[in-house]
T-cell receptor, first 113, second 114 residues
Framework: DAKTTQPNSMESNEEEPVHLPCNHS???????IHWYRQLPSQGPEYVIH???SNVNNRMASLAIAEDRKSSTLILHRATLRDAAVYYC??????????????FGEGTQLTVNP | KAGVTQTPRYLIKTRGQQVTLSCSPI?????VSWYQQTPGQGLQFLFE???????NKGNFPGRFSGRQFSNSRSEMNVSTLELGDSALYLC?????????????FGPGTRLTVL
């Protein structure tokens, strides 16, 4: 599977926007970019995904570079509840990997009150 | 709609024993995957099942096995437990195997091997 690179940790203040970067220079044309997060003592939770265009949902926005070699997860107003490990994951087509998710080390987001 | 449930939530075993963990997916979901999470190795894929068939397997020894039943419920078994098997075991379900399908994770089973 193609590899992703994320900063180990980031800090933010409550109610401020947070931009979490992810580099994936070896992404293939059919890989989807998924973001999951894991709150303390919980299983991972889906955040957002996209292929080529920027995406928005109630939780976050995903900005994808034109060459798709990087992406940024944007939390518009961080809350204390957003403190978690955020994982950027590339998902190849099911024919090659099924529903498997390959997790990296992720970014530990700390939100300060 | 009920989420993914895993039983038991906590388990303590001794080396050499075997253990069976259970996962009930979200109603209507046919794909179930299992992951192991440890502080040293992070989240690692164990295997996935779809329509009672194992579709994909991670790089784990044969002591780790699983199965899926006709109602999509899944079990994983670890035989001859080792200290290094102490981990959080997570189950995830999804509708199918499509790359766009969201994986929904359960709370996990915390296994401690003494």
């Amino acid at each position: 599977d193609a590899k992703t690179t994320q900063p180990n940790s980031m800090e933010s203040n409550e109610e401020e926007p947070v931009h979490l970067p992810c580099n994936h220079s070896t992404i293939s044309g059919t890989d989807y970019i998924h973001w999951y997060r894991q709150l303390p003592s919980q299983g991972p939770e889906y955040v957002i995904h996209g292929l080529t265009s920027n995406v928005n949902n109630r939780m976050a926005s995903l900005a994808i570079a034109e060459d798709r070699k990087s992406s940024t997860l944007i939390l518009h107003r961080a809350t204390l509840r957003d403190a978690a490990v955020y994982y950027c994951i590339l998902r190849p087509p099911p024919a090659t990997s099924g529903s498997r998710l390959t997790f990296g080390e992720g970014t530990q987001l700390t939100v300060n009150p | 709609k009920a989420g993914v449930t895993q039983t038991p939530r906590y388990l303590i075993k001794t080396r050499g024993q075997q253990v069976t963990l259970s996962c009930s997916p979200i109603s209507g979901h046919r794909s179930v995957s299992w992951y192991q999470q440890t502080p040293g190795q992070g989240l690692q894929f164990l295997f996935e099942y779809f329509s009672e068939t194992q579709r994909n397997k991670g790089n784990f020894p044969g002591r780790f096995s699983g199965r899926q039943f006709s109602n999509s419920r899944s079990e994983m078994n670890v035989s001859t437990l080792e200290l290094g098997d102490s981990a959080l075991y997570l189950c995830a379900s999804s509708l199918s195997l499509r790359g766009t399908d969201t994986q929904y994770f359960g709370p996990g089973t915390r296994l401690t091997v003494l």
